[in-house]
């Protein structure tokens, strides 16, 4: 059983336009009416469920079990000793950088 939870309204001072087949349109408002909502509704929320999953694919990295692995391995290995152009530039930014820390 499907469960619908309504939300506070909100004030809509944005306005969203698109030009559509008439295809398109037809599709999308079959679509809205067996969800039982308006078609600007139904648009609305379908952009802002594909613009969600969007943002967070683009947000979150997906390893497969190698690449966890072996993320996990260079997390834990032992730091490389400092190449000689390392120790200058560290020699370097003693100079000229400053802290509170210090």
Known sequence: MAV???SKKVA?????VARVSSA?????????T????PVGSFVV???R???LE????????VLSTEQSRRFVEALLAEPAPPTARMREAMKLSRTKVTS???
Request: proline letters at 0%.
């Open 4 to 6: 619908i939870i309504k």
């Open 12 to 16: 809509k001072s944005g306005r969203l």
């Open 24 to 32: 398109d349109k037809a599709v999308i408002t079959k679509a809205a």
């Open 34 to 37: 067996l969800a039982g909502q």
């Open 45 to 47: 929320a379908q952009a």
């Open 49 to 51: 469920k594909a613009a």
């Open 54 to 61: 969007t943002l967070e694919t683009h947000d979150r990295i």
């Open 100 to 102: 509170d820390l210090d």
